[in-house]
């Protein structure tokens, strides 16, 4: 059958135009909304998502190294041909040939002893040798093993890395897991920053359209005067400029906007040709801020708060692990059994007791002052990690005191900055309207003009200062004044 042409023209028409318009179509977003499409979406959130699931892998392993570890070790095959030099009962060296081959498997089940920093273990182990170049008469296959035995391997007066380990390591894993949240809270910090790039370049763009719209009025309201002989040429050329320059401020004002919504949507994960309107956020959050209780929160739930402790900690091994490198003692015992037949089974039938201890040492007689001067060095930087740590908790506590008055003089400087704004809007709406009826001169009306855009920036500017102060807030202590909740749980999070 035979498609009419036209009939095909409709069909394409009806679904690529509505495509189309769709792509077409403006996107709103209020601040909320995009700050949670970019924890959602954006590069930077997913980026410390992956970081925080690596730091738990890191930990897992780190959990790993307490548990039991069922291991099987061995060489299969082992096989070798070769003439080798055997030295014979009167000294002498013949050279023989040699065919064989040598397997071992061992399996063995070991644990970590903390406390301690042994290793003890349960093994069993079987051996077959295989000498290709027997005789007839002679046994071509042995066998050996050891069907149960007990090992322990002790460190004496050493470092123990599994008990520091277990100081250590929890305290770094929770520090991750606060570090997402503060990263996550930096995510909203920039994203609100992004926000009101492109809002006030949409205000910008606002004000220059109206500017234009009330200058070509004016302009045209001062070409009727210069006809009728009631103003002079200067100032209708003077009026001339003003548009010009209105038309000039919203081209650049259009350009700024496409600027700032370019890095929006590639921030957020939107196409960058897509067009978005965001919503002022206007409606500011009612609540109080306690500069004592955001110190507190902010050392109950920081992740900086931990690495004190944990810096401190890390210091103090440092300095257990010169003095453990000062004698080396190393305790090595095991008890079993064992026992060679030419079959496999045989081994174990009536296995001998095997039992061996050895006690190695290891200690500097004469080192020059080597092991004094590790333990000075692990000694003075404990010290300088003290200083250090003393020093950085002033800070912190000097930087949430400072961003809560901060936050609190903004939040006066809003209220001040809204109530101009209105002011200097009604006050040009007023010699707007004196102009046209002659009581005002157009100097007095650019004036009036001039601080109603200064005003309206700053009203802005103050709000985007708010948010962003609102959410440094948030990230300082991870706590949410405005529903009186804590950002981080920690037994939430153990349960997830």
Do not use: C
């Amino acid at each position: 059958m035979k498609i009419h042409p036209l009939f095909l023209l409709v069909l394409v028409m009806f679904f690529i135009l509505p495509l189309e318009s769709k792509g077409q179509e403006k996107s709103s977003y209020t601040l909320k909304e995009m700050v949670q499409r970019a924890k959602d979406r954006s590069p930077a959130a997913l980026r410390a998502l992956t970081r925080k699931e690596n730091r738990y892998w890191q930990y897992r392993l780190f959990r790993s190294n307490y548990n039991p570890q069922l291991r099987l070790n061995g060489t299969l095959p082992s096989y070798s041909q070769a003439f080798n030099g055997i030295t014979q009962p009167d000294g002498s060296i013949q050279f023989l040939e040699v065919r064989q081959n040598f397997m071992d498997l061992e399996l063995g089940l070991q644990q970590v002893i903390a406390p301690t920093g042994g290793v003890i273990s349960v093994n069993t182990s079987t051996n077959r040798f295989d000498n290709f170049l027997a005789g007839p008469s002679e046994i071509q296959t042995r066998w050996s093993g050891i069907p149960v035995n007990v090992r322990l391997q002790q460190p004496i007066f050493a470092y123990n890395q599994f008990k520091w380990d277990k100081r250590i390591q929890p305290l770094l894993y929770e520090e991750s897991k606060r570090e997402f949240i503060q990263e996550m809270e930096e995510v909203s910090l920039f994203v609100t920053q992004l926000f009101f790039d492109y809002l006030l370049a949409q205000v910008n763009v606002d004000i220059a359209t109206q500017n234009l719209a009330n200058t070509e009025e004016i302009f045209e309201i001062e070409k009727k005067r210069y006809e009728l002989g009631t103003t002079f040429e200067d100032r209708l050329l003077q009026v001339e400029l003003q548009t010009l320059q209105a038309q000039q401020d919203l081209a650049q004002a259009k350009l700024d906007l496409e600027s700032s919504a370019l890095s929006v949507n590639s921030f957020i994960g939107l196409n960058p040709s897509s067009e978005i309107s965001l919503v002022s956020p206007e409606d500011i959050p009612d609540f109080e801020v306690n500069v004592e209780q955001a110190i507190e929160l902010a050392f109950q739930n920081r992740s900086e708060a931990l690495g004190f402790d944990r810096r401190k900690i890390e210091a103090e091994s440092q300095v257990a692990q010169a003095k453990g490198q000062r004698l080396n003692v190393q305790l090595n015992a095991s008890y079993g059994y064992n026992n060679a037949a030419f079959n496999w089974g045989d081994i174990y039938t009536n296995p001998n007791t095997q039992a061996l201890a050895s006690l190695g040492i290891s200690v500097p007689v004469l080192d020059w002052g080597r092991n004094k001067a590790r333990m000075a060095q692990a000694e003075a930087n404990q010290q300088l990690v003290e200083y250090t740590v003393q020093q950085d908790v002033i800070n912190f506590e000097q930087e949430i005191f400072t961003k809560v008055k901060n936050f609190l003089m903004i939040k006066e400087r809003l209220n001040v900055t809204k109530v101009s704004d209105e002011v200097a809007q009604r006050r040009y709406e007023i010699a707007l309207k004196r102009f046209q009826s002659g009581n005002v001169s157009i100097t007095d009306l650019n004036i009036a003009q001039n601080e109603k855009d200064s005003n309206k920036r700053a009203y802005f500017s103050a709000l985007r200062d708010f948010w962003i102060a609102y959410y440094e807030l948030r990230s300082l202590t991870l706590y949410d004044f405005e529903t009186d909740e804590l950002l981080y749980l920690p037994e939430l999070e153990e349960m997830l």
